[in-house]
């Protein structure tokens, strides 16, 4: 069974680079068909996708997102990181990362982590 685990610092400064990591075990991140997805939610809002990378590498980027956003992947540790740029207080957020067999499916869920943006 796959399990999916963030990880990264719980405080990060306005304007400066949220950066994420989800380690997966069970399962690699190259096969096929799954896309691995990065989630947030914020305080009192719902479910938001940040992106996602796929099984062949190719990252996929909300739009709203997109020019502060970048997906990559590590085959070798079998993880895969999020880095958002330019962080505001609008950024605070439980941050997810789940597997899914495409960019809204979300099958299975790490446990999430919370990452505030305040100075």
């Known amino acids: 069974q796959v399990r999916l685990q963030e990880s990264g610092p719980g405080l990060v400064k306005p304007s400066q680079t949220l950066s994420l990591t989800c380690t997966v075990s069970?399962?690699?991140?190259?096969?096929?068909?799954?896309?691995w997805n990065w989630i947030r939610q914020p305080p009192g809002k719902g479910l938001e996708w940040v992106g996602a990378?796929?099984?062949?590498?190719?990252?996929y980027y909300s739009p709203d997102l997109k020019s502060r956003t970048s997906i990559s992947r590590d085959t070798s540790t079998n993880q895969f990181t999020l880095q958002l740029n330019s962080v505001t207080p609008e950024d605070t957020a439980e941050y997810f990362c789940?597997?899914?067999?495409?960019?809204?499916?979300?099958?299975?869920w790490g446990q999430g982590t919370q990452v505030t943006v305040s100075s």
């Open positions: 069970g399962g690699s991140i190259t096969a096929n068909y799954y896309y």
């Open positions: 990378i796929a099984y062949s590498g190719t990252p």
């Open positions: 789940a597997r899914g067999l495409s960019q809204t499916d979300f099958a299975s």
